[in-house]
């Protein structure tokens, strides 16, 4: 009777262990997902708070002048002026303007600007392929909500042949210029470096 109980007391010692065996691996199982869980949770709310603040930075563009970036710039130089400054999510400052000017004056003009750095500066704005610059913006316009930023000119820039593109870096400034030799605009993207 002895050797039953023993062996009793041996398989029940041995089904409890399995349980606990059990219990611990479900435990482990749950903590687990819910760590899983918990970190898919955080990397979704940090990309929707970077995209957001993206956006935002872009959204809350404001009004800004020509002097403003170009300090030296008389008024008669462009007319017809608007202008709008926002931040990327680097801290960096952008400013997109639009405005007449005469590409004679105007490129002389921007390829004086001073400058901070002269070895990582241009000496003189290069003509460039504006068909790269169009498909970076039509990209950039399918990501950002309705009324962002009005990207009608597109149409114009993509059917008129006549449009000139260029590329001026004057460090800190980098300048990316689209003039349309027929009406005299100018679109100006100017980034600033930090």
Do not use: H
């Not at 399995?18 to 611990?24: C, L, Q, V």
């Not at 300048?175 to 100006?188: C, D, G, L, M």
């Amino acid at each position: 009777m002895k050797k039953y109980f023993v062996v009793m007391i041996a398989f029940s010692a041995l089904i409890s262990c399995s349980e606990m065996e059990e219990k611990i691996s479900e435990t482990i199982d749950k903590t687990t997902q819910s760590v899983k869980e918990k970190a898919q949770n955080t990397v979704k709310e940090t990309i929707n708070e970077t995209v957001n603040n993206s956006i935002n930075s872009l959204t809350n563009a404001e009004d800004t002048q020509f002097q403003e970036v170009f300090p030296t710039g008389e008024l008669t130089l462009v007319s017809d002026f608007k202008g709008k400054k926002f931040t990327f999510p680097n801290g960096s400052p952008a400013y997109l303007f639009k405005y007449k000017a005469d590409k004679e004056i105007l490129i002389p003009f921007l390829e004086q600007q001073e400058t901070v750095n002269e070895e990582q500066s241009d000496k003189v704005a290069r003509k460039i392929d504006g068909k790269s610059f169009i498909d970076k913006l039509s990209f950039v316009e399918k990501f950002l909500p309705a009324n962002t930023i009005d990207t009608s000119f597109l149409e114009d820039l993509k059917n008129d042949k006549s449009i000139e593109y260029y590329k001026l870096k004057r460090f800190p400034n980098k300048s990316t210029i689209i003039y349309n030799p027929k009406t005299q605009q100018v679109f100006q993207f100017v980034e600033v470096s930090k």
